[in-house]
């Protein structure tokens, strides 16, 4: 079964050619305006610290956000960082002050509910992210010191609410491979996704968080995010035994996990040189500390006493 995965070439995020390349991406994905239908337009939001290289560039979201609201959709941009607010995450990362023309702001993704996935473990995943009629979803490309490479299906864990995140990856942090189904399943309870990735300037050397960026040029675009996936792990030059997502979605036989099976209708892979780009060698646990994550709800829970005062 033949995936189609678009991909553009941009040096620049402030480039004049942004918007074009975005509005083809998304039609080549399958995107069709639909007034009235509700869209989660989901960033990569991970932390405060390093903002402008740890999340989803601002400009691309804004992008993407002017293109769904000229087809006359219901727009939320949200998402539910482990530690710290999303809106706080967001003003960092230029995100907010991007959107507010727009008359959008970013909001945290709330409301969990109780959802169990085919490999047996139960996630609390955020009710406006189940109930939406489409996601689309805005991962950044970067390394990543626990899961060596993440992209587009690593992005969705975003839609499980709040510190349950931290809960799940020290639950799971010493049984890696039951981590990675847990990811693995994750889109499969989700409403339909659309994926546009932002690899224009991807992290590299450690990740998810503290790494210096890399000049790569390149959009994907498709409505299988596990080809997103694939498509930018074969740019870096990785392999299925190297990135522990990509070797379970191999392991399943997912469609767009085999690169022999994705079709390019715009660009395709020998346009980008990912030469010098850093993927970690050594992996650690993927873990929490339990300390940082106690802090960290307790930080939450009183900025909900304050509100509610």
């Known amino acids: 079964m033949t995936t189609r995965v678009a991909i553009a070439r941009i040096h620049e995020y402030e480039s004049t050619l942004l918007d074009a390349a975005v509005g083809v991406l998304l039609e080549e994905a399958g995107y069709r305006p639909s007034p009235g239908r509700s869209v989660l337009v989901k960033p990569n939001l991970v932390n405060s610290a390093n903002a402008a290289v740890s999340c989803t560039n601002a400009l691309v979201v804004r992008t993407v956000c002017e293109r ?44 969990p509910r109780k959802t169990m996935l085919p490999c047996g473990i139960e996630v609390g995943l955020s009710a406006q992210a189940l109930d939406t009629d489409l996601i689309i979803n805005l991962p950044r490309l970067k390394a990543h010191i626990q899961m060596r490479l993440t992209g587009a ?32 399943d994750l889109p499969g309870a989700l409403p339909p996704i659309i994926t546009l990735m932002d690899a224009i300037r991807p992290m590299h050397r450690t990740g998810p968080v ?16 596990v080809a997103v996936d694939t498509t ?8 299925p035994a190297s990135v522990p997502l990509w070797q379970e979605a191999v392991r399943r036989g997912l469609p767009g996990s085999d690169p022999a099976d994705i079709d390019y209708p715009l660009e395709n892979l020998t346009h980008f040189d990912a030469e ?15 300390l ?9 829970l009183l900025r909900h006493f304050r509100k509610s005062g």
């Open 292 to 300: 940082r994550l106690a802090k960290g709800r307790m930080k939450s």
């Open 276 to 290: 010098g780009f850093v993927i970690p060698k050594k992996l650690d646990p993927v873990r929490f500390d339990p």
């Open 210 to 225: 503290k790494g210096p960026a890399f000049d790569l040029g390149m959009l994907a675009a498709s409505d299988n995010e």
């Open 68 to 111: 769904l609201l000229e087809g006359g959709e219901k727009v939320m941009v949200a998402d539910s960082p482990a530690f710290g607010p999303a809106s706080q995450v967001a003003r960092a990362a230029g995100l907010s002050k991007a959107i507010a023309p727009l008359g959008l702001k970013v909001v945290g993704l709330k409301k």
């Open 153 to 184: 299906v690593k992005n969705l864990f975003g839609c499980v609410v709040g510190f349950r995140k931290a809960f799940a990856h020290n639950r799971l942090g010493e049984k890696g491979a039951l981590f990675r189904e847990m990811i693995m």
């Open 232 to 239: 930018a792990y074969m740019v870096l030059g990785a392999t």
